[in-house]
């Protein structure tokens, strides 16, 4: 079924990415994931996701850059974008406001909480 919402994952850990990609797809999401901020931007513009998940601490660009560059691009500004860090929650929270994004979650992120999350922004993103 190709009405699935696509999610694009954006980490530079694999297996991170791909765990997350294994579980939305499960979960019955289409997901794909990227390893850097710059194929996220690139991709997002190609694809148009209903949503991502990107972290913020990655090599080159990070996480909260790439959304404000999201964000400044028309196209595609109005998808969500939750961060993801292992950072402390209070770091992650602030860096999460600067960026403006729909949300973050912590690492190690937990199933249920990020099943949750994905549906919440899914669901908001219908109301707008």
Do not use: W
Request: hydrophobic content about 45%.
């Amino acid at each position: 079924m190709e009405n699935k919402p696509f999610i694009l994952v954006c980490d530079d850990s694999r297996a991170i990415r791909e765990s997350l990609v294994v579980i939305l797809n499960h979960a019955g999401y289409r997901a794909s994931g990227v390893d850097s901020a710059l194929d996220c931007v690139s991709v997002a513009r190609k694809e148009h996701p209903d949503m991502i998940i990107m972290d913020i601490m990655m090599p080159g660009m990070d996480g909260a850059t790439a959304s404000g560059l999201m964000k400044d691009a028309p196209e595609i500004a109005g998808i969500p974008v939750v961060l993801l860090s292992a950072m402390p929650e209070e770091q992650v929270k602030i860096r999460a406001e600067d960026a403006g994004v729909a949300g973050y979650m912590l690492k190690p992120y937990r199933k249920n909480v990020l099943l949750e999350c994905v549906e919440r922004c899914l669901s908001s993103k219908l109301v707008a």
